[in-house]
């Protein structure tokens, strides 16, 4: 079996910045694409931002300009830079990884933006 480990939450003010990385261990191989989602209380789970293998990404318009996605692939590890952060960006961050195939999901981690 694979997991994702996910770290880097937290509370921080606003206009501050955190980073969140999340690993791949175990039985999971040949990642096509490792992104992030977020949940917030009442809201339905959202992708935040993604990259693929070969390092094209996505993000969702709200969080454009203020995160970067980045992928280590030798270490099966991504990471979610978050600058100049909001209110609304307070949510519970779920790392993925695609395989093409399984398609795997992190226990989250929670973010809290508030002063």
């Known amino acids: 079996q694979g997991q994702l480990v996910e770290s880097g939450g937290g509370l921080v003010q606003p206009g501050g910045s955190l980073r969140l990385s999340c690993a791949a261990s175990?039985?999971?191989?040949?990642?096509?694409?490792m992104g992030w989602y977020r949940q917030a209380p009442g809201k339905q789970r959202e992708l935040v931002a993604s990259?693929?293998?070969?390092?094209?990404?996505y993000y969702a318009d709200s969080v454009k300009g203020r995160f970067t996605i980045s992928r280590d692939n030798a270490k099966n590890t991504v990471y979610l830079r978050m600058n100049s952060l909001k209110p609304e960006d307070t949510a519970v961050y779920y790392c993925?990884?695609?395989?093409?195939?399984?398609?795997?999901w992190g226990q989250g981690t929670q973010v809290t933006v508030s002063s």
């Open positions: 993925n990884a695609d395989t093409l195939g399984p398609v795997y």
């Open positions: 175990g039985r999971i191989s040949s990642i096509y694409s």
């Open positions: 990259i693929t293998r070969a390092g094209s990404t």
